[in-house]
């Protein structure tokens, strides 16, 4: 009976977990991840070695380091995508509140590793940065909110995630950290946007934006400079940015060859934020329009099998964590063929990172448990006459 | 608190009237109410969710094509020679009259390092230094083993440093292509010339920009691709200009002078043909202004334009035409020179005693201050100043570099009667050689105003007049009788009757009052006299010279030798023919074969 209905799935009664997983998780998610990783290490392969080489380890320490933290991101990212959507939703509370308490507890006991800003725990071994961590367990929070906002006699929970946000972003701003505390507001903001904000708020956010930018830019001449230096097209040679700029050019359509880069050597970040500009110079466009790809089909299809979610926080909790992989992904490209002004932002998966993998894995196993297929219910309004 | 009604209110009452529970009716109303805003919901999130998916995807395309747009472009450093041939000739070239090159561009390189590419840092800056000797090798090996990436070692370097460099072997060594100006003339013409500098600087080329005279004038003409590179033709003529700086610096040695300036003009064009300004500079090399010491004793100032001075004796010629001009004298009016002339405190003296009265030629010829002075009384404050602005002397002299726009003339703060005497006289009132050659230029030509050029003009202008053709002939006349019977007597060259007026000032010191022994000798001259075609000014800073067991600092001792032998050069080379009365044809006699 319920097979006639399209796009639903049958409920079996004590199907193991491994076969219903693979039989609901979406694929195509999955694959593009798995293959970003493999990139990542590719690419580490080139772009840490002068890091390596610096810091006085063996050629591909880094790397290890990488497939050792990566393997762990993939379990974690399986387990989490193995579990039903409450489930996650419980232990992401939990996990927020601990990162949010481990965040609060930054100034005191955290260290910034000589690079001026406090935002890591170091372990010995390795570090732990508790914001990267806190980012998926936001989403997760702040979707229940609104997700509760949207019953009747529900809490304002539109509001409190707001005042949630508000606080997170004032803790990272203290650090600082503005483009983790920007992710936070845009992650709000996008989830804001799918529960339903008025047009007329949109409208007005909009134009406010235009003023306070226009404002800024004529009352402040350090804002005037950056935004001039920006949009300058003419790019100084010897700056990170001309660098980058300057590697992808020498990549060419079909790259210099594997290790024949020479802007690893120059960048610092190469293996972190600029890793996109070693694989554009020593791969070329190929490589980078494929990563480009895998990023797109990854949050454009997240999208697209969240619009036939039926349970708000799913819904808004799914469009959160797609927007934020996302949005982290573009800031980094944009970053590097300078559409957008200069950003250390890490590249998802691929960039160089203990805690950002492992946050970054939880944060896509969140994903793909909300993506996963399940009855949405839609037979019983088919009976009802309110189906569509 | 708020109260929520109950909903719907009609059921409820109903259902209370017949003694049932209304809370299951308003649950139900409660559960379909939410099931309607949750539909709301989800129809607008799926709308909302469609326009986010499309926005992510437009924006990892713009992305991805900005991608393909910078892949497809070329790298800005230059890793193969290919980058040099975009760079063509960014700056125009200036030539002389005849197309002769005065600035042109050269292709060279600069040199820069990435010392985090670089091998051997130590080897290679002990090898920079063997081939740059002004480089320091503490500061190189600094740079190069610290955390810079990038560090300038020189702007230009010539072929053979390049290769020099080149078989270091560094890999961290860079070269930079690099226009720079060249004056192939070296010291030539460099006031006019003036100089260059680098602007904005990038790794593959940089702006140069003009610094001083045409070069920053024409900086603009010079740079604009839209003129294709059409060089900018001045009016100099490069041989001319080769000639007189060569006998004015050598009339600047015999006069021990401190400095020297000359300007040769077309009197009909006011194409300047030679300014010469000593001493000089390299615009190759222009030096650093000078931070100490009076601006006007540096190699860069420019005594033809930018040095005022009192150029004495030589304004009474300008007092003798006004004064025929209004028709107040002729030629042969007598005025009488009884001296001292006393106005007030002062007292107007001539140099020598030259008897009871003269007529207004030899007032010229034997250049009598009291003459002049009694001249400029009957033509009046107004009048002289009226007549001495339409000459173009008391505004900044029009000429194309930029150094003109320091020329202004130095006026008596108040045009009293006094100051009109002593002006007639050349006293009081500073111009530069350049106003003073365009003002005689104007008396040459038969009385119409001079505007100076540098640039090459079509045809003769035709200012406004400012005296009459009468007037400018009997003017020429007194000025070659100044020549053959006055002070200029040194002046004569045969066969291109050279007529002047002198004019020895004492220079004024610093903090006022005059230097009893320091002068600026100046000879104001035209040629050929009967129909002249150019005007020569030559001025000498602090001459002095041992002739007839005396020490002779006036112009006739000084500077019209000079002048006269720079014509004798320049002449020719202008293409003038000598007028030579043909010699007795001694001991020959013509014979008719019928």
Redesign the interface.
Known sequence: MTEMVYGAVPVREGEPVLPKWWRTVDKWTLSCVLILFGIGLLLGLAASVPLAEKNGFGAFHYVTRQAVFGGAALIAMLITSMMSPDLVRRLAVLGFLAAFIALMGLPFFGTDFGKGAVRWYSLGFASIQPSEFLKPGFIVVAAWMMAASQEINGPPGKSLSLVLAAIIVLLLALQPDFGQASLILFGWGVMYFVAGAPMLLLAGLAGMVVLAGTFAYNSSEHFARRIDGFLNPEVDPRTQLGFAENAIREGGFFGVGIGEGQVKWSLPDAHTDFIIAVAAEEYGLVLVLCIIALYAIVVVRSMLRLIRERDPFIRLAGTGLAAMFGVQAMINMGVAVRLLPAKGMTLPFVSYGGSSLIAGGIAVGMLLAFTRVRPQGGIDEIFRGRGR | MTRTPLRPLARILEARAKGENPDAIEREN?RA???E???G??A???G???V??VM??C??????V???L????????P?AAASAARIVAQRADITDRRGRVLATNIETHSLYA?P??MIEPERVAEALVKIFPDLEFKRLTKDFTGKR??VWIKKKISPEQKQAVFDIGDPGLLFGPREMRLYPNGKLAAHVLGGYSFGKE??DAAEVIGVAGVERVFDDFLRDPAEEGKPLQLSLDLTVQAAAEQVLFGGMKLMNAKGAASVLMDVQTGEVLSVVSLPDFDPNDRPRPPTEGAPDDSPLFNRAVQGVYELGSTFKIFTAAQAMELGLVNPSTVIDIRGPLKWGKHRIRDFHNYGKELSVTDIIVKSSNIGTARLAQMVGAKRQQEFLGALGLLEKAPVEIIEARGSTPLLPPNWSEISTMTISYGHGISVSPMHLAAAYATVANGGTRVVPTLLKQAGPQYGERVMSRQVAAAAREMLRKVVTDGTASFGEVPGYAVGGKTGSADKPKPRGGYYKDKVIATFASVFPAHDPKYVLVVTLDEPETLALGEVRRTAGWTAVPVAAEMINRVAPLLGLRPQVEPGQLAGITLTSSN
Do not use: W
Request: proline letters at 2%; glycine letters at 10%.
């Open positions: 409660t109410r939410h099931e805003m949750r539909d919901a989800r607008r999130a799926e909302r969710l469609l986010l998916g992510f995807f924006a990892y395309a713009v992305i991805g900005r991608m393909g910078m892949a497809n472009s070329d790298p800005v450093e890793r990435h985090q590419q990436k990038f990038g790794v």
